[in-house]
Structure formats: structure tokens, C-alpha cells
């Protein structure tokens, strides 16, 4: 098992930065890829942003690229999220998963959820314009 824990949601306003991590613990962490993912009221959740195990390759949503960066620190067990230029559409749950996908693994993989099996609570971040 692997249960992890996001923190660093809050209240903004448009144009600025905020930082969200996720604690993971349980299983060791280096072994998964990690995932950012959102949903706002009324509609599906979407992929954010992630990392493969080694954090040596990134991939991000259109939506979210070049103002989102995902990092990770294996000796930590922490995986980050360091969001600006903030809009109000970025406002959602935005929610932590764990994925045991193999190295090497196509891009496009790591956008599925279905391919996460462990998920946090998520942390509620809200812009305000």
C-alpha cells in the first residue's frame, strides 16, 4: 500500500503562485510514477501534470505547460507541484496518484489515470480573478 497526503492548497488570485506536494509513505516511493490530476465543479477529473520514477522525464497537460513544473525528491518521498501565472480556471481538487508503470513507458500513459492505483485526498485550490 502507499497512501499519500497533498498539502499547499489555499485561496489566490489570478497571476499568482502556489506550491502543492504530496507525502507519500508505505511502499518505497522511487518504485512508482507520480501524478497530478484536477477536477473542477461539474466536470471530470484531468491530468495535470507527472513524473516518471527517476523524475529524469516530465509530462504536462497543454493547459498547464510552461507555467506548471512537477519535481520530485525519492530521499524525501515527496513529488511537488509549483504552479503560476495562476488562472481561474485552474481552480479544482487537485489530487496526487501513484502508478506502478514500467520505466520507459510511453507518454501517453502517464496521462491515464486509470494507470495510477493509489490516490490522495486531494487539496482544494481556488483563484480568485
Known amino acids: 500500500q502507499v497512501q499519500l497526503v497533498e498539502s499547499g492548497g489555499g485561496l489566490v488570485q489570478a497571476g499568482d503562485s502556489l506550491s502543492l506536494s504530496c507525502a507519500a509513505s508505505?511502499?518505497?516511493?522511487?518504485?512508482?510514477?507520480m501524478g497530478w490530476f484536477r477536477q473542477a465543479p461539474g466536470k471530470e477529473r484531468e491530468f495535470v501534470a507527472a513524473i516518471s520514477r527517476s523524475g529524469g522525464s516530465t509530462y504536462y497537460a497543454a493547459s498547464v505547460k510552461d507555467r506548471f513544473t512537477i519535481s520530485r525528491d525519492n530521499a524525501k518521498n515527496t513529488v511537488y507541484l509549483q504552479m503560476k501565472s495562476l488562472k481561474p480556471e485552474d481552480t479544482a481538487v487537485y489530487y496526487c496518484a501513484a502508478g506502478a508503470l514500467p520505466p520507459g513507458a510511453q507518454s501517453g500513459i502517464y496521462s491515464a489515470e486509470e494507470r495510477y492505483g493509489y490516490w490522495g485526498q486531494g487539496t482544494q485550490v481556488t483563484v480568485s480573478s
Open positions: 508505505g511502499r518505497t516511493f522511487s518504485r512508482y510514477a
